[in-house]
């Protein structure tokens, strides 16, 4: 059977520091990967999604950057930490192609900023 | 574009009662799906159920049943029999078009009471 990790599940970081959250799928080949973020009380918005290694798409401008370095790693990065970066960070995976399959979520990172 | 809406921002119920949470939706796609999604204190989201636009009936998984009504545009999640660990936030999502891209709605809090 198909599982996602992510980690680290909690983080606190100061403004201005570096970040990177991995997720990892194991269990399936060629997943759609996506990263959400929460904040606090609110729904969930795509921040990056990716059809394949290398394969990044941006859903809204921000101080975040994503990479697939392998077919079932995706990687959040920053460089440089905003207060307005904290939150609560969800890696989700599906099986490549068709709108029917539902994403499946990592357990989720809490990013504090400080 | 697609758009989500949840109306209910808090819903309360007694055990072994039944629930209704609502969702509307608007979408100018023929071929669309609605997901509901249940996330614990703990963050994680879990999938509950799926509906495709062109199943002819409602969906059931469990407790869990879709009241799918197309010219309302609403996708309404009855939960049956609520149990204590039914309390959570539920969110409704349909995919953006042509893609597994969630658009997810603000999402409803559930407090199920002994």
């Known amino acids: 059977s198909q599982t996602i990790h992510q980690w680290p599940a909690t983080l606190v970081q100061p403004v201005g520091s570096p970040l990177s959250l991995e997720c990892t799928v194991e269990g399936t080949s060629n997943p759609n990967l996506y990263w959400y973020r929460q904040a606090a009380g609110r729904g969930l918005q795509l921040l990056f999604y990716?059809?394949?290694?290398?394969?990044i798409s941006s859903e809204v401008p921000q101080n975040l950057s994503a990479s697939r370095p392998q077919d079932r790693q995706f990687i959040l990065s920053s460089k440089k930490l905003l207060l307005s970066d904290s939150g609560f960070y969800l890696c989700?995976?599906?099986?490549?192609?068709?709108?029917?399959?539902?994403?499946?979520f990592g357990n989720g990172t809490r990013l504090t900023v400080t | 574009a697609q758009k989500i809406t949840q109306t209910q921002p808090g819903m309360f119920v007694q055990e072994k009662e039944a629930v209704t949470l609502d969702c509307t939706y608007d979408t100018s796609d023929p071929s669309y799906g609605l997901f509901w999604y249940k996330q614990p204190s703990s963050g994680e989201m879990i999938f509950l159920i799926y509906q495709g636009s062109y199943d002819q009936q409602n969906a059931t998984e469990g407790r869990y049943s879709l009241n799918f009504q197309k010219a309302r545009k609403s996708a309404n999640l009855v939960i049956s029999a609520s149990q204590l660990g039914d309390s959570a936030m539920y969110f409704c999502a349909m995919p953006r078009t042509g893609f597994q891209k969630l658009v997810f709605g603000t999402g409803t809090r559930l407090l199920v009471s002994p």
């Open positions: 990716s059809v394949g290694i290398g394969q």
């Open positions: 989700a995976w599906t099986p490549y192609g068709g709108t029917s399959s539902p994403l499946h």
